[in-house]
């Protein structure tokens, strides 16, 4: 599938802002599965000074500086995106026994090994003690496949948890999503990554876009969409694999990439600093696409 995704982002002040630094996380990645064509960043007004950068995961950070007087920003990123198939449900069954994978990241010295331990440890938003290993080992299983054991945690928080907007923020606990069993997408994959890093086992943070298709009989509405989550899980034999648990799906061609990391603090969209301004109005939009094959090769 090929998309063509336009994410919007616009800060109207209340008074004069005369300068602000700001970081965005909002390329997609290229990786065996999906191809990024072109991606193009554009800021009003114009930066004084505009550069990339990869972070340690590989995600591409893009920073600016506007040093001009102004009472609003707007950053608008717009992307090609080509994503193709990838790993298939009936694949899961051969991953390795979870009691095995840590077995071999206890001794495994290989690139791949030392780079999952990163991420099977702790994090201010994605905490680890008994209480999230309790609820992931209701569902895993001596000697079951790790890939099995993410799917049917990741099913749990689906049929048991609540989707509720107005929930949650970025600063609610996940040990009170647990508790209170609602939340968004955001919780439930950092939710999951806590549980499956209580019990030792690698996960991580993806954020991205999924394709929205409307009800029967209903038109497409332009800007709807919005960003999703969701998480992945290692496996030495067949690498990272994303499972979505607000959708209870496998992550497809109608899933894209932005960027992945411990946790949602690594891959905030857009984050920055300013000077004056007072109170402020934020509006998002976002736009994914679907292009015929032809289509798209003007961005």
């Known amino acids: 599938m090929k998309y063509q995704i336009s994410h919007l982002t616009q ?10 630094y700001n ?41 600016f500086h506007v040093n001009k007087l102004h009472t609003q920003l707007e950053v608008k990123v717009t992307s090609l995106v080509e994503v193709l198939p990838r790993l298939g449900s009936q694949q899961l069954e051969e991953s390795t026994p979870w ?35 309790d609820f992931a080992m209701e569902v895993f299983e001596p000697g079951m496949p790790v890939l099995e054991g993410a ?29 209170q069993k609602r939340g968004v997408c955001q919780d439930f994959a950092q939710l999951a990554i806590s549980a499956l890093r209580s019990m030792g086992i690698p996960a991580r943070y993806v954020s991205g876009y999924l394709e929205t298709i409307p009800p029967p009989g209903q038109e497409r509405l332009v800007g709807a ?54 109170q402020h109005q934020l509006t998002v939009q976002v736009d994914v696409m679907p292009l015929a094959d032809s289509e798209g090769l003007g961005l």
């Open 151 to 179: 799917k049917r945690l990741s099913h749990r928080i689906f049929d048991e948890f609540t989707y509720d907007p107005g929930f949650t923020t970025l600063a609610t606990p996940v040990h009170t999503v647990l508790q």
């Open 23 to 63: 970081l965005s996380c909002l390329s997609p990645r290229k990786l065996a599965y999906q191809k990024t064509r072109k991606t193009r960043l554009e800021v009003s007004p114009s930066p004084s000074s505009l550069y990339d950068h990869l972070d340690f995961f590989g995600n591409r950070h893009t920073f």
């Open 11 to 20: 800060y109207h002040y209340l008074q004069d802002i005369a300068n602000c």
């Open 225 to 278: 969409d919005a960003s999703h989550a969701w998480f992945a899980v290692f496996d030495p034999i067949l690498g990272w694999v994303d499972f979505d648990p607000t959708n209870d799906l496998i992550p497809d061609e109608r899933h894209i990439t932005l960027a992945f990391g411990r946790d949602y603090a690594d891959v905030v969209p857009l984050k920055g600093l300013m000077s004056g301004g007072g």
């Open 99 to 133: 009691e095995e994978l840590l077995v071999y990241l206890g001794h495994a010295t290989d690139t791949q090994a030392l780079h999952a331990r990163l991420l099977r440890t702790a994090t201010r938003m994605t905490p680890t003690d008994k209480l999230f290993r």
